[in-house]
């Protein structure tokens, strides 16, 4: 691939307790079944499990791997060996903060993210397409993804009107 191309191998989440999957995409064949994809999982959780509540970067088996702990998950991000450390950092970095922006700055942790799996992924798309990075703005991608219910008292207010509109043609028609 072309060196201005940054591309990303795989992307996962994995509780930080036992290393199990809580979410995984893998963008080349190098990881082709399942069996290959959690033999890897738990290389890496293995070798990055015994940091606390920060962010790091290894090389393992040719990959390079950045990653960043929370309370209850680890998120990794993952690119070949030649790829820019800082570049998949600050592009893991954009997807963290664009989680944050989307549930209001809420703690990153495994129930918001599975509570949340529609933004979840709809941000790891609009971060990465085929293994590519095509976005790392993290206020351009919550734009994207971004599309809120409306307050309740919007809802209440909206709910509200189409019931007294209801009321209303319901009583012409009864005339």
Known sequence: MS???YTVTSFFILDNSKGERVIAKYYNNDFDTLQKQKAFEKKVFDKTSKVNFGGE????????????????IIIYMVGDQN??????????????????NLFENSQINKK????GINYTLLTLDEIIDGGIIMESDSAVIADRVG?????????DESINK?????????????K
Do not use: R
């Open 3 to 5: 060196s201005f191309l």
């Open 57 to 72: 970067i290894t090389l393992l088996d040719n990959y390079l791997v950045v990653y960043k702990s929370f309370s209850n």
């Open 83 to 100: 790829q820019n450390e800082i570049a998949l950092l600050y592009v893991l970095n954009s997807f963290i903060d664009t989680l944050q």
């Open 112 to 115: 918001l993210i599975l509570d």
């Open 147 to 155: 599309i809120k219910a409306p307050d309740n008292d919007d809802l």
């Open 162 to 174: 189409a019931v007294t509109s209801v009321k209303e043609q319901l009583f012409n028609f009864l």
